[in-house]
């Protein structure tokens, strides 16, 4: 199975994710229309508006990630006694997997974002909203419900947007419950001061709040790194995973291990609402069990998606699954490559102390005998590269009915395992050129074989490297099953 597919699993469970998110909710509205002309008042675009809508934000479009993707959601906030604060309300009883836990104050207006989209893109974005503190009564039941919800949930978002909901007071006792009854607790943070999340398990910030929080600029791995080390040094904080647009996300954690993801998005038409995204799927994995570094690999993949959408969207578990068996394919592919970067890439390999291996085959119909063979090639060494036979040695040596799969096909099956690090085809009979070029660490034959009968053995012990046998699986053979393919097409 390979890494990918690993995770393809992971997205399956996350239907067994109970999470609490506590913070922000507002009204996030669109307006679509069409820009043909410029204002003779001012030099503004004139938007001729075609039609409007409406969904939750903020901590709530959080809480909408989550249930997308299967999760069942405890949902803690803060609206105002008004008009949009009911409209709120609406939106959260009608989804089926939220339990609502929502707090009404009044005379505090319901923060409202109204972003103005023509041809895709965003014009102007106008927010009524208040940052005034909440009221003290209010302040100590979202504590006594934050203290009180923790413990029965998985893990637990803090969806922080600033607007007053996840007060110091809030976030202490939330943290302080979950921590004593073991559950993670995840943070999309606000402002520059992230020891109010002291305790937190993780934080998710991005590039431009990373460095107001630690005055750091965020322009390379190093510096991400740099940035996540000193919020863990200083606030009190296990990890932190750091997103940064264009360039990823970079995964740091206390124990000092750090993990650049690349950017997975192929088209980007809208960033809003992407980190309650990943904050959601973050949260909603660890929830199901997964460890936090296929978590962040599962959020990864899934702001990819999401800014390919417009406006404040959510991603579904088909989508993950689809996403990552698509790169899945493209990682195959990806390992292939000529001889001359074949040899650069073991070189670099063997530069960070990785053990080379390799061995060669044709690989026709892979079957359980290949894939034993190639899972104790890869426990021999760090690093194993496959020298696969091309169509027509394959041809020279099986007969003219082979192969009964293209070169082609064959390397991206087996780039697709998890085992493999890179594929070399080679139209010579033996890898005996691959062999002197790639100068392997370790050289992998089955046991069929003896060691001085296996092409290349006296080149790899000539300069210090090992030859390895493998034990072969009875019973499995590509020469035989196609004999049976065939007897069973004479008997019709």
Request: with cysteine; net charge negative; aromatic share 4%.
């Amino acid at each position: 199975m390979t890494d990918l597919s690993h995770l393809a699993l992971q997205v399956e469970q996350l239907t067994n994710a109970k999470v609490l998110c506590i913070g922000d909710v507002m009204l996030d509205r669109f307006v679509y229309g069409t820009v043909n002309r410029i204002s003779p008042e001012a030099p503004i675009p004139i938007i001729r508006v075609e039609r409007e809508s409406a969904m939750l934000g903020g901590a709530g479009n959080v809480a909408r990630n989550a249930t997308a993707l299967g999760a069942a959601v405890q949902f803690l906030s803060l609206v105002g006694d008004d008009l949009p604060g009911r409209e709120v309300m609406e939106y959260v009883a009608n989804d089926a997997g939220v339990e609502p836990y929502i707090q009404t104050e009044r005379n505090r207006p319901t923060t409202i974002k109204t972003r103005y989209i023509a041809s895709g893109q965003q014009l102007l974005r106008s927010d009524n909203e208040t940052t005034s503190p909440i009221a003290a009564d209010t302040i100590s039941n979202l504590s006594a419900l934050a203290g009180q919800l923790s413990p029965d949930v998985e893990a637990i978002i803090l969806s922080d947007y600033g607007k007053g909901v996840l007060h110091p007071d809030v976030v202490a006792s939330a943290i302080n419950a979950a921590r004593a009854a073991g559950k993670p607790v995840i943070v999309d943070p606000k402002g520059t001061d992230y020891s109010i999340y002291r305790g937190a398990t993780v934080v998710t910030p991005n590039r431009a709040e990373a460095q107001a929080a630690t005055g750091i600029a965020v322009n390379s791995d190093e510096d991400a790194i740099a940035a996540a080390t000193k919020i863990i040094t200083d606030c009190g904080i296990d990890n932190v995973l750091l997103t940064r647009s264009q360039d990823g996300m970079t995964l740091v954690t206390k124990d000092g291990e750090a993990i650049h993801l690349p950017t997975e998005a192929r088209e980007v038409f809208d960033v809003s609402g992407a980190g309650d995204t990943v904050v959601a799927c973050l949260a909603a994995a660890i929830a199901a069990g997964s460890s936090l570094s296929d978590a962040a690999r599962i959020a990864n993949v899934a702001a990819g998606i999401v800014v390919g959408k417009i406006g404040t969207a959510i991603v579904y578990p088909d989508e993950l699954i689809s996403a990552l068996h698509h790169h899945d394919l493209m990682i195959g592919e990806a390992k292939l490559m000529p001889l001359d970067r074949m040899v650069d890439r073991a070189e670099r390999w063997r530069r960070k102390g990785y053990k080379v291996g390799f061995t060669n085959g044709c690989f026709d119909l892979l079957h359980p005998g290949h894939l034993s063979l190639l899972k104790q090639a890869r426990a021999a060494c760090d690093r194993l590269i496959v020298g696969l036979n091309s169509d027509a040695s394959v041809k020279r040596l099986k007969g003219e009915s082979r192969p009964v799969q293209s070169e082609a096909a064959r390397a991206a099956v087996l780039g697709s395992l998890e085992t493999i690090s890179g594929v070399v085809i080679f139209g010579e009979d033996t890898p005996v050129n691959l062999i002197s070029a790639i100068k392997p660490d370790i050289l992998v034959k089955g046991a069929d074989y003896t060691i001085d009968k296996v092409v290349g053995a006296e080149i790899v012990q000539g300069y210090g490297g090992k030859v390895v046998l493998a034990n072969l699986e009875d019973g499995f053979s590509t020469t035989s099953t196609i004999a049976r393919m065939n007897k069973g097409k004479d008997r019709d």
